[in-house]
């Protein structure tokens, strides 16, 4: 079984090992290489526990937790493993939307698996629980996985160059207007 729930401090450790596991499957020949190598999830799990403790300007994280037959092999019987993430609040710079969708994270095994769409629903509901009336994220125009957004609605409405591990990048925002399209993208299918 896979379950979304609010993430709590003692998840930060296994968050930031996620983040970590993602970028390194996700950024080869996008990223540098000595930069994936020397990611470190102990120093990204420092940073999502104050995330998860600090809530400040409407932030929140969320988490997939696989346990039973959906958990990695070697859990331990009766045991949950957090596979994704998704962390998000106020947008953290005005113009594009009222929400911000900052990080989805995913193991690899799990994606395709409606997990992804999961966690977007619920960091959407969240959102919209705290007054935003859209949504929108950043993405590397490189990262394979951005299709996703595409498949969920999210309109391409701007692009930036950055800096990021000693190159120039190219960012594309997306954005969900109004929000409840983002909510409906996500809806869980009809059973029957």
């Known amino acids: 079984m896979i379950c979304i729930r609010r993430a709590r401090p003692d998840d930060a450790a296994a968050i930031g090992a996620v983040?970590?596991?993602?970028?390194?499957?996700?950024?080869?020949?996008?990223?540098?290489?000595?930069?994936?190598?020397?990611?470190?999830s102990v120093r990204h799990a420092a940073?999502?526990?104050q995330a998860i403790a600090g809530r400040h300007n409407g932030h929140a994280v969320f988490v997939a937790v696989a346990s039973g037959e959906d958990a990695p092999a070697g859990t331990?019987?009766?045991?949950?493993?957090?596979v994704g993430f998704v962390s998000g609040g106020r947008a953290r710079r005005l113009g594009l939307g009222q929400?911000?969708?900052?990080t989805l994270y995913l193991l690899d095994d799990y994606r395709d698996r409606g997990?992804?769409?999961?966690?977007?629903?619920?960091?959407?509901?969240?959102?919209?629980?705290?007054?935003c009336?859209?949504?929108?994220?950043?993405?590397?125009?490189d990262n394979p996985t951005r299709w996703f957004y595409?498949?969920?609605?999210?309109?391409?409405?701007?692009?930036?160059?950055?800096?990021?591990?000693?190159?120039?990048?190219?960012q594309m925002?997306?954005?969900?207007?109004?929000?409840?399209?983002?909510?409906?993208?996500?809806?869980?299918?009809?059973?029957g």
């Open 150 to 170: 595409q498949h969920l609605g999210g309109k391409p409405v701007a692009r930036e160059e950055i800096g990021f591990a000693g190159q120039r990048l190219e």
């Open 47 to 49: 940073g999502y526990e």
């Open 19 to 40: 983040h970590v596991a993602t970028w390194r499957s996700t950024y080869p020949g996008v990223l540098p290489e000595d930069y994936l190598a020397g990611m470190s």
């Open 99 to 102: 929400g911000e969708v900052e």
């Open 133 to 141: 009336r859209s949504a929108m994220l950043w993405v590397l125009k």
């Open 76 to 82: 331990p019987e009766g045991g949950s493993v957090v």
């Open 173 to 191: 925002a997306f954005l969900w207007d109004p929000i409840e399209s983002l909510l409906a993208a996500t809806a869980p299918a009809p059973e």
């Open 115 to 131: 997990v992804g769409r999961r966690l977007m629903r619920a960091m959407a509901a969240h959102l919209a629980a705290v007054g």
